[in-house]
């Protein structure tokens, strides 16, 4: 459904995407993830026909970037969506149904069906009476007037409280049920973690990984172990012992205690501490790595957005 296939994209001397080939099949929801400045954004404005690329090729539903069809196949949801504050939902939406000569008996349809799926209520309240969640939610609406078969999302669900976040989520999820495509950019690994299929991550320009977010996971991140105890394992930070050797760390969780071990032996280790201590093992769970640290793997450096004020997410490159 989305070919693109050597993509660049430069701002004078400067490369915002870099050599970027991908494709999206018919149906799936695809994540592109990355910290600020990774050219995120400018792969969506270019898949969009927003953007023309310096060098490369751009196909949507079977036609080129540059051809004012694909905007009609098309749905773009802006990370910023100024909506006309004295118009309402209903009215706004009408509008844009309009600019692309949907029939007003389909439309209003079309509209309602898409403001009761994102349970948007107040649905003849002026857009600047209305939250940020709303608004968001009418901007989605707004996407979906025309019908079109790719949807392309950047950080639908940035900045909205955790109900509201999940509506949006589950929405995309309904999409791609109704056979649409999606493209999707957030900064919050948990929101493509929930709703993509696969993913490309990208870090200054250009594309650094690529899969499944659990291929994704099996190569860049690493299982651990957290052995549950009726008691702490002993001599964790002694010099001699089971796990004077092992790479473990213990925390206290209600009156049991957790310990996170790299591997098998790491956990008989424990085992053999925590009876030293007069205690024994009660659950033993895998915990697999999530987007979050192969993420860290991958880049080296947190993601943004996740760590606001934190001066960590401006480095270490
Ligand atoms: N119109 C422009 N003129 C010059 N540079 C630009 C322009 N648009 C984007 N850039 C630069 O290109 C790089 C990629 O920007 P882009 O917005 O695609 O990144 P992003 O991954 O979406 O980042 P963020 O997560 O911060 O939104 C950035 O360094 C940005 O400053």
Redesign the pocket.
Known sequence: MIEVAGLRKT?GD?A?VVDSSFSVDEGEVFGIV?P???????TLKVLAGLVDPTDGDVEVAGFRSDDPEMRRRLGFLP?ESPLYEEMTPRSYLRFFADLYDVPGDVADERIAAALDRLELDHRERRLGDMSKGMKRKVAIARSLVNDPDVLVYDEPASGLDPVTTNSVLAFTRELRATGKTVVFSA?NLYHVESVCDRVVV?NEGRIVARGSVDGIRERHGETTYHVYTDVAPSRVDQPTGPLSDVDATTEAVGDRFRTTVPDMDAVEAVREAVAAAGGEVVDIRTREPSLEDVFLDIVGRPMPGRYAGDAAAEGPE
């Open positions: 701002y400067f915002a990355g600020n400045g990774a050219g995120k954004t400018t990370e900064h990208m």
